[in-house]
């Protein structure tokens, strides 16, 4: 079916609940440290047809072996068989239990996906109603064949409007430009691989902030889960990575009486969970977050999605299997399994902390109820968790971009830090629109 015509923004809402990490059946390595071998000394080509025999360790020593790695007992269902990618990981965003992985801990191109890394570093620091006026240098040293949004010279352009350009039309133009306010390329890529180690996302070595194909630059499917959490505990970020279609704002040009105008155009999001396409349905409870695809990477993808009350994180990495959106099949059918399998398998491993939430505790003079913001709102440092103050009754602004009114937020505290453990709210339930296309639609 074609792509959703209507301008539509879902927002995973947000409500304030403490609950405790579920025993895992291997121990965390919180502090692992990075694997063996310089990232820079990594090839940029297609990676061998194994994995390393040993990987990193960080969220538990099952999740630094090769091949599958998933606890199957009596009600577990199977998983599936049809999934041919290199590496891929399910786990609870809530809980941070991880269900289930496939080479979790392999270091491998990202393509897009590490957007997620560089929305989640930059978000805190502009205002959306930021405006830019786009110089040639802003736009120097993008890659031969990259995705656009179709960024002008010599135009001017919000802040909201450039983060739509990178989380819908995953353009390049638009994470140039936003570095560019960021003091360059060099310092944001600098200020993305500390976050990634603050995040404890040690798999991680950026060298390009669009993902663009580069010598040395690898993530995982560990690391890439780790970076989505962290980034959807920001109100901007669940918006844009929710958001189905947008106006971006076209060039400058004269009508026939000689008037000024700035007619916009339509860009759609490229995840096709989220706005389908003719092979692929939109997926029951998807709210985000980003795919990828370059030569070197094959496709990538991070998805987001509730269903019945659980929501799940799914990060599917190059699948051998040469089909039409493949990357979204296999993600959606590891979805199905989740949702079924949530509650009744024994996790593998966990989702780890960033560094400053699990050293928190062990401050003096800490709070102990472990409040902090995570709207974006913050100091401005792109770290999780280190907000000043939480969002109360925020809701959705409708920018620039001429997609409707967002549905709100709804007030609390986004990110609860409690005796060192990184905690995602309990409940994130999706908007109506979403709710209703879920009834309407296949529940398998």
Do not use: C
Request: glycine share 12%; no cysteine; hydrophobic share 35%.
């Amino acid at each position: 079916m074609p792509a959703p015509k209507k301008t539509a923004r879902r927002s995973l809402l947000v409500t304030t609940a403490v609950l405790s990490s579920l025993a895992l059946a291997a121990p965390a390595a919180v502090a692992a440290p990075k694997p063996s071998g310089s990232p820079s000394a990594s090839p940029s080509g297609s990676p061998s047809a194994t994995p390393p025999a040993s990987m990193s360790t960080v969220g538990g020593a099952r999740l630094g072996r090769p091949g599958t790695q998933v606890n199957l007992a009596s009600g577990v269902p199977v998983l599936p068989k049809d999934v041919s990618a290199r590496s891929w990981i399910v786990s609870d965003a809530e809980t941070g239990d991880v269900l289930a992985a496939h080479n979790a801990h392999w270091r491998l191109a990202p393509a897009s996906t590490l957007k997620m890394l560089f929305a989640d570093t930059l978000l805190p620091k502009f205002p959306s109603t930021t405006e830019h006026k786009v110089i040639p240098s802003d736009l120097a040293g993008i890659g031969s064949g990259s995705s656009m949004v179709g960024i002008k010279e010599d135009e001017t352009y919000t802040v909201h409007d450039l983060w739509l350009g990178v989380f819908l039309r995953s353009g390049n133009d638009a994470v140039h430009v936003l570095s560019a306010m960021n003091k360059g390329v060099e310092n944001t890529v600098k200020e993305m691989n500390a976050h990634a180690e603050e995040l404890q996302a040690l798999d991680t070595h950026v060298v390009s902030p669009d993902g663009y194909d580069a010598q040395g630059q690898v993530s995982s499917a560990y690391d890439l889960t780790l970076i989505a959490r962290s980034g959807l505990q920001k109100k901007d970020f669940r918006e844009y990575a929710s958001t189905v279609s947008a106006k971006f704002p076209g060039e400058t040009t004269k009508d026939k009486k000689g008037k000024t105008v700035r007619k916009p155009f339509e860009i759609q999001n490229t995840n096709r969970l989220l706005s389908g396409d003719a092979d692929v349905p939109v997926y029951q409870g998807i709210a985000g977050v980003k795919n990828g695809n370059t030569t070197n990477a094959g496709a990538t993808f991070t998805g987001v999605a509730e269903r019945n009350g659980k929501v799940l994180l799914v990060t599917v990495m190059n699948p051998e299997k040469d089909e039409h959106n493949e990357v979204y099949k296999e993600t959606a059918r590891l979805f199905d399994w989740g949702f079924k399998a949530a509650g009744k398998v024994q996790p593998v491993g966990e989702l780890v902390p960033p560094k400053s939430a699990a050293q928190g505790a062990d401050r003096p003079g800490s709070n102990p109820s472990g409040e902090a913001g995570g709207s974006g709102d913050g100091d401005g440092s792109g770290k999780a968790g280190t907000g000043s103050k939480p969002v109360a009754s925020a809701s959705a602004a409708d920018g620039s971009s001429g997609i409707g009114t967002a549905l709100g937020i709804t007030g609390g505290v986004l990110v609860l830090l409690a005796a060192g453990a990184f905690l995602i709210n309990r409940r994130w339930p999706l908007p109506d629109l979403v709710r209703r296309r879920a009834r309407s639609g296949d529940d398998s």
